[in-house]
């Protein structure tokens, strides 16, 4: 199910924004540097190893403009119905268990025409670690800015089924959370950072390989984060629905997104979500809480 959600209407996307001041591999593919003249896009993809599941719980695709001036993070609803290639129709978070990382960006750079330069595939295990080693990470809710570490930091991310708008409210905890992140890690002492390498070699597996490969992207994408302007925001759908096999969905609205799959190849999706004004995730609808 996507929450209790049941608008056939547009939705507007979710924002919130918030500002922050090539090594040798060990898998089958090779990262290839992205220099600072182009866009750098990355596909982060969450799963719950403990859960058992094939799908992806968290699709998050990530542009720093070429300027490295802003960063924009879009959150993908994981129920959006898309066509997934060589599979047909299906939920998106479906495209990880039929042909892992490398099909689950080629649906998304197909719907979003968006150049993915690396995936980054992350277990939820990594959140508790993460915020052990920075943390507490302060998040900003409706109730106010909460310190959040190791277990409580999990429960945080994964809690889906007390939240009013169930799926939608996750994605945007899990927006705050990583804008918190995002801002400790601007602090972060050098011994941190040879932790946070150490973590990201374990629980992350980035273009299809872990280990120093992981540990590389993760420190350059530290450096490439630093300063820009951050935008968190949910990819524009029209509402939910369900499809002809009775499954709860949400639908794409395809007007937006092919503006947005124009913003992404022009590399001016700042410019987009300016002009699509979005609400802001302090000012969201009243049944959304973080």
């Known amino acids: 199910m996507t929450g209790d959600q049941t ?13 922050s001041t090539e090594a040798e591999t060990t898998g089958p593919e090779e990262t290839e540097a992205v220099t600072a ?8 993809i969450g799963i719950d ?27 993908i609803p994981r129920d959006l119905w898309v066509e997934i290639p060589g599979q047909g129709e299906a939920k998106i978070n479906a495209a990880y268990a039929y042909g892992g990382a490398e099909l689950l960006k080629e649906t998304v750079n197909g719907l979003y025409d968006s150049s993915i330069d690396h995936t980054l595939v992350v277990d939820f295990e990594a959140f508790s ?17 909460v310190s959040l570490e190791g277990d409580e930091a999990l429960s945080f991310v994964r809690e889906r089924m007390s939240l009013p ?3 939608f409210d996750r994605v945007r905890r899990q927006q705050a959370f990583l804008a918190g992140t995002s801002a400790a890690l601007q602090g972060a002492t050098p011994a941190q950072l040879q932790e946070l390498a150490q973590l990201a070699g374990e629980y992350i597996e980035a273009d299809g390989s872990q280990g120093l490969n992981s540990q ?19 990819a524009p759908h029209a509402g939910t629905g369900w ?10 609205d395809a007007e937006a997104t092919d503006g947005l799959a124009s913003a992404y190849e ?25």
């Open 7 to 19: 608008t056939s209407g547009a939705q507007t996307p979710t924002v919130t924004e918030s500002t």
């Open 37 to 44: 003249e182009q866009p750098l896009t990355l596909l982060l």
């Open 49 to 75: 190893a403990d859960s058992g599941s094939q799908r992806a719980d968290v699709i998050m695709l990530v542009r720093i403009d070429e300027e490295r001036e802003h960063l924009t993070a879009m959150s």
């Open 129 to 145: 670690e993460l915020s052990t080693i920075l943390g507490p990470i302060t998040v900003e809710t409706a109730d106010g800015p």
């Open 165 to 167: 708008g169930g799926d």
């Open 216 to 234: 590389a992207l993760l420190l350059n994408l530290v450096a490439d984060v630093a300063g820009t302007e951050q935008t968190f925001f949910t």
């Open 243 to 252: 499809s002809g096999d009775g499954q709860s969905i949400v639908l794409v």
């Open 266 to 290: 022009s590399d001016s999706v700042s410019d987009w979500i300016e002009e699509a004004d979005p609400i802001t995730l302090d000012s969201g609808s009243s049944r959304s809480r973080v």
